[in-house]
């Protein structure tokens, strides 16, 4: 088993991850980490399309229903759960199998990141240090060890107030970190495009040819990165690319992991996702959500705050569609208005989930397919678009491949990423900038230059210059 230490489902929504990853846990003794943004909250299992019961027992799934509905949960958080559960697995010879259908989240256990985010690894020390005098409970409630500060049950009352005291100074501490951040982070956002970008030229010119002066939001992240890191942001992709990594991220984790990517025609992908949405309102989806709106949302009601579609289990696709509807009095909803907004609710519940199901081909396109300079393990296609032709295509393939791997042989199915066309060599990490001094205008990378050079408004400035030079020098021939 240890020939595959990781095994990664991927494809969109609706492409049947689930189902082909508990086949393979049956079959090879593997267990399932869901890798899915909504699903590690609790409860709405309807709307999350989690796993039933009875799949659940089928093999054993990790990363389900772990943090409550409306807590803060990041990619940050995800990974340092589910990594363990990995490791774990791999040392007791088993195969993790990750299926999911958030892709950055698969990124995080996939590739080392060696340029952290700060400001959530700090947030999350903080916690901890503030929470060190009680007993931390897990989302499953069981008591977790505190910070290894109070971890003696046996110290002297004496080396308990020194504890507290020195714990209260780190606090001190912390707070004042914290005060000089925010108050950095302001000074930040007061400042225009042009201070930062020329304050970014003295730190990292590097960094700075590569970013439009225009683009605020990469140019501040770069001076975080050197503020809180002591280092500029370019040398640490510098490091990356060295180790093996490229501007997306470091190398990869485990070197021998393999992907299996479902596939399936468009137009049948859609008709499946249409008829997946009718299937959730069959199973009770609005009464899930009317339910889960009434019990989290009365006080919000009460004190008419517009909703926060942003945070917690609310990012899931299915508030926000259907608002309109679970705001309404009980009265109301029988009424033509509530089977207007009813039915509206759906149409655009079956539009975005169809748009979502784009977004991660789109993803997967860009981030594990089309890269040349990106570390990607061997990345297998099974075919998805015939149900009636799951065993030939898309089980029975991948058993195939997983067999012949962990019989240390090369499988007959060849990894669709092995040659890619139109292969993705750059992004912000390696472009440079491009001046056009005839347009007076800054292009970044060599598409927006190539696209540029030839495009009819660069055409326009060359033509427009031609005739003032040759204005110019009739005036001087006349002149003389």
Not at 44 to 65: C, G, N, Y
Not at 158 to 182: H, L, P, Q, V
Not at 423 to 437: F, G, I, M, R
Not at 440 to 468: C, P, S
Request: with cysteine.
């Amino acid at each position: 088993m240890s020939r595959v230490p990781i095994l990664v489902i991927l494809g969109s929504t609706g492409s049947g991850k689930s189902k082909l990853g508990i086949e393979l846990a049956r079959r090879f003794g593997g267990e399932i980490i869901s890798a899915d943004s909504m699903q590690v909250y609790k409860y709405l299992d309807i709307v999350t399309a989690k796993v039933t019961k009875e799949e659940r027992q089928m093999a054993v799934h990790h990363m389900l229903d772990v943090v409550d509905p409306l807590t803060y949960f990041s990619v940050i958080d995800f990974r340092d759960k589910a990594l363990p559960i990995v490791e774990n697995l791999i040392s007791n010879k088993k195969i993790p199998i990750i299926v999911g259908g958030t892709n950055y989240y698969i990124e995080s256990l996939l590739w080392k990141i060696l340029v952290p985010n700060l400001k959530e690894k700090k947030d999350q020390e903080s916690k901890i240090l503030s929470d060190n005098d009680s007993n931390n409970e897990d989302s499953d409630g069981n008591t977790q060890p505190m910070l290894e500060i109070s971890k003696s049950k046996d110290e002297s009352s004496s080396e308990k107030i020194d504890r507290r005291m020195s714990t209260s100074e780190e606090t001190k501490e912390e707070t004042k970190e914290e005060t000089k951040e925010e108050t950095r982070v302001e000074e930040m956002n007061k400042q225009t495009n042009e201070v930062l970008y020329r304050r970014l030229v003295e730190i990292d010119p590097e960094m700075a040819r590569r970013l439009h002066p225009n683009n605020r939001r990469k140019i501040i992240r770069s001076l975080e990165v050197f503020e809180q890191c002591g280092i500029t942001h370019s040398e640490i992709l510098k490091k990356q690319r060295m180790e093996g990594g490229s501007g997306l991220g470091g190398p990869l984790r485990y070197p021998n992991a393999i992907i299996l990517l479902l596939r399936c025609d468009k137009e049948i992908l859609n008709e499946r996702l249409n008829r997946r949405v009718d299937a959730m309102m069959q199973d009770g989806l609005i009464n899930e959500l009317l339910e889960f709106h009434r019990k989290y949302n009365e006080d919000r009601i009460k004190t008419n705050l517009s909703p926060d579609y942003t945070k917690g289990i609310f990012q899931s696709i299915g508030f926000k569609e259907f608002h309109d509807y679970l705001i309404l009095p009980e009265e109301e909803r029988e009424s033509k208005k509530g089977k207007d907004l009813l039915k509206e609710g759906l149409d655009c519940l079956k539009l975005v989930t169809r748009r979502y199901a784009k977004i991660q081909q789109k993803w997967i396109r860009n981030r594990f397919l089309r890269r040349a300079d990106r570390q990607v393990p061997p990345l297998y296609e099974l075919d998805c678009t015939d149900l009636t032709q799951w065993e030939t295509n898309v089980y029975g393939k991948a058993v195939s491949i997983i067999s012949a791997i962990l019989h240390g042989e090369k499988p007959e199915e060849r990894p669709i990423n092995e040659i890619i066309l139109n292969q993705k060599t750059t992004d912000s990490s390696n472009e440079v900038q491009n001046y056009c001094e005839i347009c007076d205008r800054i292009f970044i990378g060599e598409l927006q230059w190539e696209a540029h050079i030839k495009g009819f408004k660069h055409y326009k400035h060359v033509q427009r210059k031609k005739r003032m030079e040759n204005q110019n020098s009739a005036e001087k021939a006349k002149s003389s």
